[in-house]
């Protein structure tokens, strides 16, 4: 029994450098992103803020967040407040905009990138008016429990350091994109180094990677938490990053399926003189 309970105690081989993608998958998700340059959100500054709200939404979704699409675009639009729902569920919200914007401000900065100041100040903005003051963008100092999973965390602030001071050496040497996104993401949420707002911290992550990498982000549906949070909790158990990634296709799929340039149809009329 006592073996099979460490199994679900903090392994540090699990931030090892593993391939995640198959070359087969590489080839499928870089002819996806064919399909969608980068330069459909950059290029645009409606694209900047229409999709950026999209991405907004879809984090906050698969946090538990109540407002819908449309009470989501009057707040962030209009400043205008959802009657009926939580204060806090606004204020994840504005942080998350704020969070995408200092995101974009991370696309021409040169290399090498800070990535521990960019994670240490996503997570202050993510966590404004969240988390109690001095938590926000610092490493956790208490232990943590995680809902759906048996899976502790470490607890010491020396080894949180540590580990991601080491997670954060190993990304950049990742090739792959795709496999670097997936890492900082997976072990950035796996570390849990912050005291809460961890996923959110680690999406945003994994989005700026790609995009520095040239690839479009892939905007998760606000729809999947289910998938999401089994893929996440399975990756904290086994340190197999086999369900996230099919989550993570299936998803990128979907964001090229939604976004990507359509042709447009034909269209014909006759008109009489």
Known sequence: MMKGMDKLRYQQDFLNIRPIFTAGEQEYLTG???????SVLTGSVRNIEEIGIDFV??????????YNQ???????????????????????????????????SGLDSPEPFDWLDFLKTTHSLISENLLEKGSGGVVRRDSVTISGTDY??????????????WLLQEAPKIENPFDRAVYLHNNLAYLQYFKDCNKRTARNCMTLSLMRSGFFPCVFSPDSYPAYAEAVVAYYETGDYGLFKKYFISAYENTVNKYGPQPDMDISRNFSL
Not at 57 to 66: D, F, H, R, V
Not at 79 to 104: C, F
Request: zero cysteines; aromatic letters at 6%.
């Open 32 to 38: 996806l992103s064919d399909r969608l340059p980068l």
């Open 70 to 104: 449309y009470d989501t675009q009057a707040l962030l639009k209009l400043g205008q407040t959802a009657g009926g729902k939580l204060y806090s569920d606004a204020v994840m919200l504005i942080n998350l905009r704020e969070s995408y914007r200092h995101l974009l």
């Open 57 to 66: 939404y879809s984090s906050a979704k698969l946090e538990g967040n109540t």
């Open 152 to 165: 502790t965390p470490l607890s010491n602030p020396q080894s949180l350091d540590t580990e991601l001071k």
